[in-house]
């Protein structure tokens, strides 16, 4: 038997073909598009997203030889934070509300001012999507009227796959943690949180397992797709939550460093633990239900290095490819922490604790600054956000110990990142080889959702390749260095520069964050 895994990311879209063994037999990639039509907005095509869905199922079956017969099941996974308002019929009413959309923002400071407490102890921490309902509601009611259900995109996705309708919508409930009404304890939707944000309680999906069978596949998307009509289609994952799974990270203690669009360091744990006090620990509920990944991310954060190669510098050498080699080499010879420069990657504002006025910038820059001290500072700044969310996690996880960080994504091909980030924690880093680990995951899913294991723990020890990878070792010297900028970079966002920001933001919007 084998198995399809659709892993619908922020940058591109992932296809593969995985047997029981979790060998991925054959994949394909195609780059989603991302349209900036103006500062704070970021657009994506659903629809051009489904047509290449279909595309890249077919051809992947072309590539690893596999009968439409011989697929067991299709797993989705997808971007977590992003959704989409559907009607009755399933049509999209409002297109792809997009995670790295800003125009929701007002409403995700409005939840953490009259909520910061309940938010803390309840959710997974991250209302990204709830505040999208909310902009929906208040600011296109005319709109928001018309929407029956609102879901993921992966849930889109697979909803059109099955030829679902509006009272079908449903969310797995890995893909819970970032919407801001849900119960992290329960894995339900909070009664409590609807009440009081005025939320339409109608207007959100049912709440099932990833492996639960939520339609086959109908007879357009046969033809289109190659698959084989009435092929089970299962729940899925978020994103990450696959990609963890398909990792094999499922017992408590183990630290993953997942470098991609967005840049997010996860601890396993095997417990929901509020951080009240601080507010800088979020939670991913895992597939295997009772374990929890603790996380503390920054959105967007990754693709704050192809903003500065490609979109600010964006010449000198011949290629890009050539560009990145050439930038990266240069940084490599610079000490520690840039020559005293510092580097802010919350382009979108900070979620870990959050602030919705934060911006990105660069701090201490002189003349003898150059284009590698710029780039240094952006690698070397994502790290101190890291290790400073991993310092709160093992205050909230005494018996947390960290003897090596995984690291996986795009980001994870950058040797010089991989080696900063093992400096700045004083911990071995070890690069996972490959990227397809969403796929994989799905793989995972599926099996288990098909009775091919009898749990999830079976599914991940028989179809896992292991964590085997190039390592990097601190360096004790340059470990005391960053000691130093760690700790200067928490104390840059002092309240004199929030309430400069937030008056900036006033300006440049026309809403009122002061």
């Known amino acids: ?99 790295l959309d800003l125009q929701s923002e007002k409403y995700n400071l409005m ?57 079908d919508a449903f969310i797995d409930h890995t893909l819970l943690a970032f919407f801001g009404f849900e119960s992290a304890r329960d894995l339900s939707w909070s009664e409590e949180l609807c009440e009081r944000l005025e939320v339409d309680r109608e207007k959100l999906p049912e709440v099932v397992p990833p492996h639960r069978v939520v339609g086959t596949i109908d007879k357009r998307a046969a033809w289109l ?12 994952a978020g994103d990450q939550a696959a990609g963890l799974m398909g990792m094999g990270i499922l017992e408590p203690g183990l630290m993953v460093d997942v470098s991609g669009s967005s840049t997010l360091l996860f601890v396993c744990v095997d417990g929901f633990v509020p951080d009240v006090k601080n507010r800088k620990i979020m939670y991913i509920p895992s597939v295997e239900q009772g374990i929890y990944y603790a996380f503390t991310y920054i959105n967007g954060g990754g693709m ?28 490599s010879l610079l000490p520690p922490g840039s020559n005293g420069l510092l580097f802010i990657p919350y382009f979108g504002g900070r979620q870990c604790p959050f602030d919705v006025s934060l911006r990105g910038g660069w701090l201490g820059l002189t003349w003898g600054h150059k284009r590698e001290h710029l780039y240094r500072a952006i690698l070397e700044s994502i790290a101190y956000v890291n290790y400073s969310g991993f310092r709160a996690i093992t205050r909230m996880f005494p018996a947390v110990r ?22 700045v924690f004083g911990v071995t880093y070890r690069k996972l080889k490959g990227y397809e680990y969403a796929i994989r995951g799905c793989g ?19 179809m896992s390749p292991g964590k085997q990878g190039e390592i ?11 000691a130093s900028y760690c ?12 309430e400069t920001l937030y008056s900036l933001l006033d300006v440049a919007t026309g809403e009122h964050f002061s």
């Not at 999208?132 to 849930?155: C, M, R, S």
């Open 1 to 99: 038997m084998y198995f399809i895994g659709l892993d619908i990311g922020t940058s591109g879209l992932k296809a593969g073909v995985i047997n029981e063994e979790g060998v991925i037999v054959a994949s394909a990639y195609w780059e989603t598009k991302r349209v900036s039509s103006e500062p704070g907005r970021m657009e994506q095509d659903i629809d051009e997203i489904l047509t290449h869905s279909l595309k890249i199922t077919k051809t992947v079956m072309e590539r690893a030889g596999v009968e439409s017969g011989e697929i067991g099941a299709v797993v989705l996974d997808g971007q977590m934070a992003g959704i989409i308002g559907v009607d009755r019929a399933f049509t999209s009413i409002t297109g792809l509300d997009s995670n």
């Open 402 to 423: 960290a003897t090596e960080i995984l690291v996986a994504g795009g980001g994870a091909g950058n040797d010089l990142w991989n080696q900063i980030k093992a400096d």
């Open 111 to 167: 939840m953490h001012e009259r909520f910061p407490d309940l938010l803390a102890q309840v959710t997974c921490g991250s209302p990204l999507n709830g505040q999208k309902i909310l902009k929906w509601k208040q600011d296109y009611p005319e709109t928001y009227a018309k929407v029956h259900k609102f879901v993921t995109l992966n849930g889109y996705v697979a909803g059109k796959l099955a030829g679902l309708k509006g009272d």
């Open 487 to 498: 700790d200067i970079f928490e104390k840059i966002f002092s309240r004199d520069l929030r």
């Open 304 to 331: 704050s290095i192809p903003w500065y190669v490609e979109d600010i510098l964006g010449k000198g050498a011949e290629s890009e490819a050539d560009r990145y080699t050439e930038l990266t080499g240069l940084a």
């Open 444 to 462: 995972m899913i599926a099996a288990y959702g098909c009775g091919v294991f009898d749990d999830l723990g079976s599914a991940i020890s028989h």
């Open 472 to 482: 990097f070792l601190p360096d004790n010297e340059k470990n005391a260095v960053y």
């Open 225 to 236: 797709s190659g698959l084989k009509q009435g092929t089970p289609v299962l729940a899925g």
